[in-house]
């Protein structure tokens, strides 16, 4: 999971992924599609060819070549989309701004629907009970040598003003994968985590780093207060609709992680659907038809 999180907490990582998807193959077409320097570029595809996810390949002209997904990179598929329909959904102004989805299945624009693969029908967060595994432990979780916060939602007006896009494609869900501590946050309320000391002993983290957190996820609308006879508990927290609507990024991002960086002592989550009784693995339905969905019938309206 840290090493998941290690590799793709960053938006621009992301950002390339996303755009290798939709047919970037050399460094000028990822340079010209987005508003990104000449060494963040250049490491960033050097990180995601050391973790597998993109190959470099020799190009047809001669001395150059090319980076194209791996069988890993093109499983990231369902996670993007789980990330944009969330954006889309729950994040002000992101519905305009991002493109629309088509199912080729059924033709229709559509938002993924979560779904558990072994029975595949729709499961949401409470549809599934999730504890520790083997290698699971927020200290593990975290992302090595990680520690930086992004400012919320701040845009710069000159990524707002260019087409390229900029490394607040996604802002919300980069505040909260993309920085040390939160996705660990996160992954707590998941567990069930309320109180304030629940949080604290679940992340083994200093007090003011929990309380840090617990306020931008709280500033996000992805965490509340709920409200007592003299007004919000201040110690007590629970995932919002928005919140919960995160589930379906933290399963795809940590089955994922499962698949493809897997801990040789064992998964980090052990997850079970109830309804089935099976091992919990996230699949996407198309909200639309009710199909589960594939990766090449997936486009861009
Ligand atoms: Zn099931
Ligand atoms: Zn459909």
């Keep these: 999971m840290g090493a998941a999180l290690g590799l793709l907490g960053d ?3 992301l950002l390339i992924v996303r755009h290798a998807f939709i047919g970037a193959t050399r460094y000028v077409d990822f340079k010209q599609r987005l508003a990104i320097s000449d060494s963040v570029l250049t490491a960033r595809l050097a990180a995601l060819v050391d973790g597998g996810v993109l190959r470099r390949v020799r190009s047809t002209v001669a001395g150059r070549h090319e980076y194209v997904l791996s069988r890993s990179g093109l499983d990231l598929w369902q996670l993007l989309l789980g990330i944009w329909s969330w954006e889309q959904e729950h994040v002000d102004g992101q519905a305009s701004r991002l493109p629309q989805m088509v199912h080729a299945g059924c033709g229709r624009r559509f938002r993924p629907v979560l779904c558990c693969a072994a029975c595949a029908t729709a499961a949401a967060v409470d549809d599934v009970e999730a504890t520790f595994g083997p290698s ?16 919320s939602g701040a845009r710069s007006s000159a990524a707002a003003a260019s087409t390229a896009e900029g490394p607040d494609m996604f802002p919300e869900t980069m505040a909260i994968i993309g920085s040390r501590w939160s996705s660990a946050t996160l992954g707590a309320a998941f567990l069930g985590a309320t109180r304030f000391s629940e949080f604290e002993r679940l992340l083994g983290a200093p007090p003011n780093i929990v309380a840090d957190r617990l306020r931008s996820f709280v500033e996000l609308g992805v965490l509340d207060q709920p409200r007592g006879t003299d007004g919000p508990d ?12 995160l589930f379906g990024v933290a399963a795809s991002l940590l089955a994922w992680g499962e698949r493809w960086l897997p801990a040789p002592d064992g998964p980090a989550v052990v997850a079970a659907h109830r309804a089935c009784g099976q091992a919990f693995r996230p699949e996407l339905a198309c909200g ?5 969905l594939r990766r090449d019938e997936v486009g861009i309206a």
């Design 288 to 292: 639309e038809c009710r199909r589960m």
């Design 11 to 13: 938006e621009w990582s």
């Design 136 to 151: 699971g432990s927020f200290a593990r979780s975290l992302p090595a040598g990680r520690n930086r916060r992004r400012p």
């Design 234 to 245: 201040r110690s007590s927290y629970r995932l919002t609709v928005k919140g919960r609507a």
